[in-house]
Structure formats: structure tokens, C-alpha cells
């Protein structure tokens, strides 16, 4: 059974940036996707990014795209998600995940981290 931690998130300003970070328990190479989702309040979780091992192929959501970067360390077991320009909007519980396949899909992830908030103020 996977266990994954994420790092705490923070207030930050609009403009501004923030990395979080996800300890996985399992070795990063053996899990095939990692994903991070985020879920504001009265809104249905979200896609935000994911990457996969061994290529190292990514996807991002279309209103993340161009200001997140998702990366991922095999020899730390970590996946990061390194936050630019964030805005209002951005602001939500953060999720980090372990799927089957690189998806953008909820249902095809399998364990969660407990989630960190991260609060851009305008």
C-alpha cells in the first residue's frame, strides 16, 4: 500500500510562486504515474498535472499549462510541483496522487496524500 505526504503549502501573493513537494513510501520507480489535483471549496476536484516514469512524458491541465511544472525524483522518491505566476484562482487544496496510467482522470488514481493548502491572495 502506497503512503504519500505532501509538503505544507502557504499564502502567497498574486504573481508569486510556490513549490510543493510529495513523499511517496513506495520507490518512485515503482509507481507508473503521479498526479496532482487540487479541489477549492463548493468545487469538484480537480487535474491539475501528472507525469509518468521512465519517459518522463507529462501532462497539465489547459489553465495550469505554461505556470506549473510537475517533476519527479526517482532517488528522493518525490514528485514536485513547482508553482509561477499564480493567481486567485489557484488557490485550493493541493493533492498529490499515484495512478495506473498517465491520466487526467480521477478514477484512475489509487492513493492520496491527506492534501495542503495554498491560498494566492490578490
Known amino acids: 500500500q502506497v503512503q504519500l505526504d505532501e509538503s505544507e503549502g502557504g499564502l502567497v501573493q498574486a504573481g508569486g510562486s510556490l513549490r510543493l513537494s510529495c513523499a511517496v513510501s513506495?520507490?518512485?520507480?515503482?509507481?507508473?504515474?503521479m498526479g496532482w489535483f487540487r479541489q477549492a471549496p463548493g468545487k469538484e476536484r480537480e487535474f491539475v498535472a501528472s507525469i509518468v516514469r521512465g519517459s518522463g512524458n507529462t501532462i497539465y491541465a489547459d489553465s495550469v499549462k505554461g505556470r506549473f511544472t510537475i517533476s519527479r525524483d526517482n532517488i528522493k522518491n518525490v514528485v514536485d510541483l513547482e508553482m509561477n505566476s499564480l493567481k486567485p484562482e489557484d488557490s485550493a487544496v493541493y493533492y498529490c496522487?499515484?495512478?495506473?496510467?498517465?491520466?487526467?482522470?480521477?478514477?484512475?488514481?489509487?492513493?492520496w496524500g491527506q492534501g495542503t493548502q495554498v491560498t494566492v491572495s490578490s
Open positions: 496522487a499515484t495512478g495506473r496510467l498517465l491520466s487526467q482522470f480521477i478514477t484512475d488514481y489509487d492513493y
Open positions: 513506495e520507490p518512485t520507480s515503482t509507481v507508473y504515474a
